[in-house]
């Protein structure tokens, strides 16, 4: 047998846990240059997670198992979503595990812990993260439905690796349905990463903030694993819209040059995408908690709009 | 004597029963109620005797007589014999609306008429016109006790009733069978000795015979 | 000969209460009369079973598939109602709410009406069957006043006027039909006799009999308690001793409604139409409607059944009215379950109202808690009467609902709108009666748990394990009333 | 002979039926009689099982006519796959409950004799295993009564109080309507199947070789499928269901919610695929939108209750909703000739029947548990109980997650495999359906979305923070027989969310006897590991690898950090530095749910009070505040409320009738015979 798929699956495990924070060490330094102030490298975040492992954990009194059980799981399902999304190659002995529909569930189940995490420790904030935490959620989970809808009409599939191959392929150039569901799936993300306008992973003000809130009472490796996690999910994220958006450049076939290849792409592609990511965040506010309806909403019509689209115009 | 002479014999009668049944209808005192439904029992029993001997059917005869006994003695003593028993011979009802039901009672007997015209047709009876009055009969009864309010004035309704429904038994049809006749005649009785007792039990328990009083048992609000 | 013995029986009990009527033993009498006359009932449909159809006294009774299960039923009836009566008449006594010519004339009264029902089932002639339903009638009417409270002399009173009036109708309907018949069979009694009647019924003049029937069906129908005809019914059957009652809603609804029945059938033979058939649905639909929605307001007990009472007969009148194999089986079978379940019904009734010493069903509670037997047996009879199964009632419902389905689709919403209001009816007042704690003023009385269980049983077991000689005799009725 | 299955599943249902004799025997010794009681109900429930199982693998079908019944027409019963799934359904989860029930109902020991709850739980199971064998309408109905009329008993258990009654009142007359509604379309059916000559008419035999027109067909559809919808509680007929459920004993509520509705779908199958075969798309459409209906509406309201069983019953109508989701979507896809599609689509309404039955079980089990040790159904008052009882906790915390659809559990793959069902409907020739259908697999994914944030709210409020009543009861956690219990159904849903493909293939011959077809093959084409419904390119997801590649992560992780021993250290929760920081500060269920009641509040009939108390300072600081929140459930006031404000209306009309007067009375008669006569000439 071919060990090439597997060397492929640890190369993309590694690259996410590597360039996790880096990306999002280029979307601060990005946006430090957007406001005019000196940024602190791209690395910074390696810093942040160096000295949070080396701290000792502080731990509510009450904290049950599940509040040390959830940064574990949370950093485990970011890793195997790693190993599933086509990041180099869509030849990956685990692509068959799960289709964009699991994908999301996986990310929903991190989100189901650390909810409860956030309501173990009985602080009003907790209670009060995790609540707007699976209110959002609960709103965007339609919208990316009808997204996944929209991609999987155009490339009759739900699989990962098929939709990026098909896109590939090059017989789906700019379609208005694709162009919809990229729009809705990039408000999506926002909201499922936690982002600006949605929320503020940069603030700790009480009433604003909704994931900050949850994982408020962590501290050392735990919530060094959480922020790692968080990390990869906005990475994660952007690679599955880049899977199956644009995937040009991911090595399809087993040779080291296209891996290499594909492996600049994709520095390229990130880069974009920070661009693009720090302008929205620049641009907008962060929102109210109950103008979300709105936004989430205008998002599930971008989606329902490209499925309209798909029957009509083609 | 002939049919034709035995038909209007009949006729006759039977336009009598009808009368003493409108008499009765508003026939205010006791009384003459009593004497009324008496007068009408009589009409029957001879009008049945007749029909009789026209048609040969002797066993009429024996119910000639049974309503000779029944209707015009038997009957009419229980009922005075509890009148001064129960010493409400004084008693005077009043009659809502005389013409008003003189009018239904009219009416009664054209739709009655126009009912058993189909019967008429197919019997060859002498007797077959008489079927209209009987029924004419039993619906004034039944339009009496829907009028009247006293007891003994409903009881004297019902049994006009059941003297219609004799007349009809008899006279359109040459008579039940006689079985059924004793049978018919047993029930009055009993009905007789029933509605006496029950004429007590009314007045003890509500001092008086007015049927008015008694509307306890309905669907309350 | 079982024949005339089965009649005979009552009647004789009937003379000897009449004098020791009032004695201590006088109970135990009046029940082994019923229980020898319901042996002779055994006997007869027996002799039915092995032999088929057959006459007795010439042509003046006679017993068919139709009425010996009537007839066994009544007998039956009647002996576990004895049973019953003995137990609470007593207690009625020592509450002091009959006295001695009291109990003798209840005594005497109730063989009398068993005479009655049973002469109305199984004479043979027309004109006696109204005679015995006439009988019958007076019989209770003094029954029914056996109380002397003011409201027991307005029902009877009412009860007297309204079914003689309505029977008179019936007489004069007789008049008509043997006027019609005289026509084919001759005159004197031979025309008279049913068993004659029903060969010739196509012969019979049309436009005679359809008249005849109104009045039959006005006559009779009053007996049965078909609405508009039925103000009578709630009053009798609430103000009575309850053994009373349970005979009444049990028995001569019953027996009326085969009188109506057997009319029915000379008039669809001479006629050829379905208009009979038309006029009973229509009576039964107006009987299930009205009295499902009088059961929803009810307060006093053995009122609300006597409601429930007219809605079955409703059903069954309606069934009989649908005609057709199925219909009409299921009509038969209805009237026998419901006379069993509802008669059990009014015996744990009738307990119920002696422990609270009231019928007010607001005042009466917990009674599962305060004796088990009173409790289970009204909540399984209530089951049974609207309909659960594994009751027999269910059965013929089934049977009937179905069969509407098929051939009279339209009228269904209405039997479902029926069946249903009575149903929440009933479960909402017997629920607060049965569940609970027991109040302070419940008195713990010994009851009569014989004929409760018996009539459950039988009921029960109709419902899912029917004899084969009962299907028979259904079976046959059915042909016979084509 | 040799017995066959159906001989296994008859003795089971002759055990239940002679076991409340002896249980009424023992009535002396109650101990005795419940380990007795329910020992025998778990045996016959395995038995059923076995039945089942067996019935499913072979794929055959076997008849038994029973001597008892009409004459003319004798019990008929019937095992084949579509019943013997149902039977193994039922049967597991009654297994479960009644290992569970031999703890749980200790509990009433001292309080109150359990011997009619012992009867009515035997007659119960009795009734529901009946159901599903019956071949005829009439023992069908019979035991279909018997099943509601035993649990309208159980829900009545604790009859002293006042809402109890009240709901086991209107749960039964929910039911009988239902019921003769029912009835009414098996006339329909057997009226066309043979004319009411015989008996014979009432076999399902007869009508599955009969041929329906399609307007009859379509009353007869309509009127079971407001029966079947009535007792599933299918929006908005559902009002019954959180009344009824939460307030019965809590091993028969988990039997109530977890099988009992499942035979309402049970006779939705039974009645279209099987006994009318042939139907237009549109009936598939209506079972769609109502349970999409169903689904939204039940899981918002569960969101706003407080009461933990009155959540999870809101959530029985949810769940029921998804089932039918998937059985109208396969009756669509069958109506269009597609049976392939049709196949995925059923199998995933019978795999979520399946899988709700294991987790709704396990849930209401744990409330028990949570009840039967802290004497409290309100959530407001609870919290902290993961100390307290780990067991139920954790056993708990799996149903959670199952229900709410998420990997590796059972509730995900069933739903997933209905996303794949709805992914597929472009294939639909319609375009009006192609682009309405996808409409509903967003209500979905809103549905599965909430549903997470209502057990957030569940599991969160009562088993995590501290402890929020004021009084602080002594809590034991649950003894062996009732962990047990919900150990296995826990097992079972880890198991049938682990491997689908095992289960798949197994209860292939169920598709395979209604529509012809079956995914079986190509789903389980990779093998036990791989689950791919339709093909390996269209959609694949893998159990085991999810399962265990975040459990190795997991472990990977763990080990690595604790290469160097950290120390932890506790401390008290962080105040912001306001000392009087207590427990009644924690965010609660009204709190949790209040961002969703405020999206969604056009949806319910929201009571919201603010008072002062009178005595302030100032109006700026008063004393004390009061907070009163009513959410009423909508349906109650839109279509309980009219029907019996009508019908005592009516009744109010028709007691004019009964007026006293006895001329009145006469005059009745009288205009009865004039109009009669008058009708006749």
Known sequence: MNLYPFVMEILQVLIL??????FVGWVRVLKCWAQGRSSAGLLQPYRDLRKLFSKDVVLAENASWIFRFTPYLVFGTAVLAGGIIPILSTDLPLAATADVIVLVALFAIARFFTALAGMDIGTAFGGMGASREMTVASLAEPAMLMAIFTMSLASRSTSLSYMAQLVMSGQSVLRPSIVFALLAFILITLAETGR??????????????????????????????????????????????????????????????????????????????????????????????????????????????????????? | MNLAVAAQIISFLAALVLLSAFGMLVQRRMYGLIHLFAWQGLFLSISTAVVGFVAGKHHLYISSVLTLSLKVVLLPYILHVLIQRLKIQKEVETVVNVPMTMLIGIALVIFSYHLTAPVREISTLVTRSVLAIALATVMIGLLMMITRRHAVTQIIGFLAMENGLFFAATSATYGMPLVVELGVALDVLIAAFIFGIFFFHIHTTFDSLDVEQMARLKEGD | ????????????????????????????????????????????????????????????????AFNVYLAVLTSFVSMTTAVFSRRYMRREREHGRVGHMGMRFYHAMFQVFIFAMLLCLLTNNVGVLWIAMELA???????????????????????????????????????????????????????????????????????????????????????????????????????????????????????????LVRCKVLV???????????????????????????????KDIKRMFSYSSIEHMGIATFAFGLGGPIATFGGLLHMLVHSLAKSSIFFTVGHASQMHRTQE?????????????????????????????????????????????????????????????????????????????????????????????????????????????????????????? | MNPGPIDLASISVIILLCAPLLVSLLSRSQRLLIYSGFALTAAASLLAVFAGAWTVWSGETQKLIMLIGLPDLPFHLRLDPLAGFFLVVIGLLSFFVSVYSIGYVKGFLGKRSVTSLAIFYCLFLAGMYMVVLSDDALIFLISWEVMAAASYFLVMFEDERIENRRAAFLYMVVAHVGAIAILLSFGVLAGLATGFGSFSGYTFDAMRSAHFPTEWATVAFLLSFFGFAA????????????????????????????????????????????????????????????????????????????????????????????????????????????????????????????????????????????????????????????????????????????????????????????????????????????????????????????????????????????????????????????????????????????????????????????????????????GWMWLTPVAYQRASYSGPIVFFGILGIVIAAYLLLHVRPGAIQRVPIWDCGFEKIDQRMQYNATSFAMPIRRIFGFLFNVKERVRTSQQTVHKAFPKKLYYSLHVRDRFWGWLYKPVIAASFWGSRKVGRLQQGRIQAYLIYSFVTIIVLLVFLR
């Open chain 1, 17 to 22: 846990l590597a360039i996790g924070p880096v």
């Open chain 3, 137 to 259: 009638t007076l019989s209770t009417v003094l029954l029914v006043s056996l109380y002397r409270t003011p409201t027991a002399i307005e029902a009877a009173w009412k009860y007297f006027i309204l079914c003689g009036v309505g029977i008179a109708q019936a007489l004069f309907g007789t008049v008509l039909l043997y006027f019609a018949a005289e026509k084919v069979l001759g005159e004197g009694g031979e025309a008279l006799l049913w068993t004659n009647l029903s060969l010739v019924s196509d012969k019979l003049e049309p436009t005679v009999l359809s008249l005849a029937f109104v009045f039959l069906m006005v006559g009779y129908g009053t007996k049965v308690g078909l609405v508009p005809l039925h103000n009578w019914l709630p009053d009798a059957h609430s103000e009575g001793p309850t053994p009373i009652s349970a005979v009444l809603s049990g028995l001569l609804l019953n027996v009326a409604l085969y009188a």
């Open chain 3, 1 to 64: 000969m079982m024949l005339l013995i089965l009649l005979g029986i009552p009647l004789f009990a009937a003379v000897v209460l009449a004098f020791v009527g009032d004695r201590k033993y006088a109970a135990e009498i009046n029940i082994l009369g019923s229980a020898l006359n319901f042996a002779a009932g055994l006997g007869l449909a027996f002799q039915v079973y092995l032999e088929g159809p057959s006459l007795a006294a010439g042509k003046f009774f006679f017993v068919d």
């Open chain 3, 268 to 298: 669809d033979g001479s006629t050829g139409t379905h208009h009979a058939g038309d006029i009973m649905m229509g009576f039964g639909l107006l009987s299930i409607l009205v009295a499902a929605f009088s059961l929803l307001r009810q």
């Open chain 4, 231 to 526: 007792k599933a509680g299918v929006v908005p007929l559902h009002v019954w269901l959180p009344e009824a459920h939460p307030v019965a004993p809590s091993n028969v509520s988990a039997l109530m919610s977890g099988v009992m509705l499942k035979t309402a779908i049970y006779g939705i199958i039974r009645v279209t695929f099987d006994l009318i075969r042939v139907f237009p798309w549109w009936w598939g459409a209506i079972v769609l939108v109502f349970g999409l209906v169903s689904a939204v509406m039940g899981v918002l309201y569960a969101l706003m209750q407080h009461d933990l069983k009155r959540l999870l019953a809101y959530h029985s109508v949810e769940n029921i909703g998804i089932i039918l989701i998937g059985i109208g979507l396969a009756m669509i896809f069958t109506a269009f000739k597609l049976p392939l599609l049709a196949a995925l689509a059923l199998t995933a309404g019978i795999y979520h029947t399946l899988n709700h039955a294991m987790f709704k079980g396990l849930l209401f089990m744990g409330a028990g548990a949570v009840l039967h040790a802290t004497h409290e159904r309100n959530m407001e008052e609870m919290g902290g109980l993961i100390h307290l009882m780990p067991w139920t906790a954790a056993l708990f915390l799996i149903g959670c997650i199952s229900i709410s659809a998420l990997p590796p559990f059972n509730g995900f793959v069933s739903e997933w495999l209905t996303f794949q069902a709805f992914l597929l409907s472009p294939s639909l020739p319609s375009p009006l359906l192609k682009l309405l259908i996808p409409m509903g697999a967003a209500l979905l994914a809103l549905t599965g979305a909430l549903a997470a944030a209502c057990f957030v709210k569940a599991f969160g409020v009562t088993f995590l923070g501290h402890w929020r009543g004021h009084h602080r009861p002594n809590v034991r956690e649950a003894d062996w027989p009732m962990r047990i219990g919900m150990i296995m159904a826990a097992a079972a849903c880890l198991f049938l969310g682990i491997l689908p493909t095992l289960a798949i293939g197994w209860m292939d011959a169920v598709p395979q006897q209604l529509i012809g077809t079956s995914i079986g093959t190509s789903a389980g084409a990779f």
């Open chain 1, 196 to 314: 600006i306008p949605v929320d503020n992973p940069a603030t700790h003000l009480e009433l604003t903030m909704i994931h900050e809130a949850m994982i408020l009472e962590y501290s050392g490796r735990h919530l060094a694993l959480i922020e790692w996690a968080s990390m990869m999910k906005l990475f994660l994220f952007t690679a599955l819209g880049i899977a199956v958006f644009a995937p040009w450049g991911i090595a399809s076939s087993a040779d080291l040059v296209a891996v290499a290849a594909a492996l600049l792409f994709m520095l390229l592609k990130l880069g974009v995408a920070g661009v693009v990511l720090v302008l929205i965040e620049t641009g907008l506010a962060k929102m109210r908690l109950f103008r979300l309806t709105e936004f989430l909403g205008s998002a599930f019509l971008l989606a329902t709009l490209g499925m309209l689209s798909y029957f009509i115009l083609e």
């Open chain 3, 361 to 482: 069903m607001d005042r009466i509670k917990g009674l599962i808690k305060g004796n088990p037997l009173v409790g289970w047996g009204l909540m399984f009879g209530v089951m049974a009467i609207v309909g659960m199964p594994p009751f027999g009632v269910f059965t013929s419902e089934f049977l009937i609902l179905t069969a509407t389905m098929k051939d009279a689709p339209l009228l269904t919403p209405f039997l479902l709108l029926g069946l249903a209001v009575a149903f929440a009816a009933l479960f909402r007042k017997v629920q607060p009666m049965v569940s609970g704690d027991v109040p302070s003023y419940q008195k713990p009385m010994t009851v009569a748990n014989l004929p409760v269980l018996l009539h459950m049983a039988l009921v029960l077991i109709i419902g899912v394990y029917m004899p084969h000689f009962l299907n028979q005799w259904f079976h046959t009725a059915v042909e016979l009333l084509k």
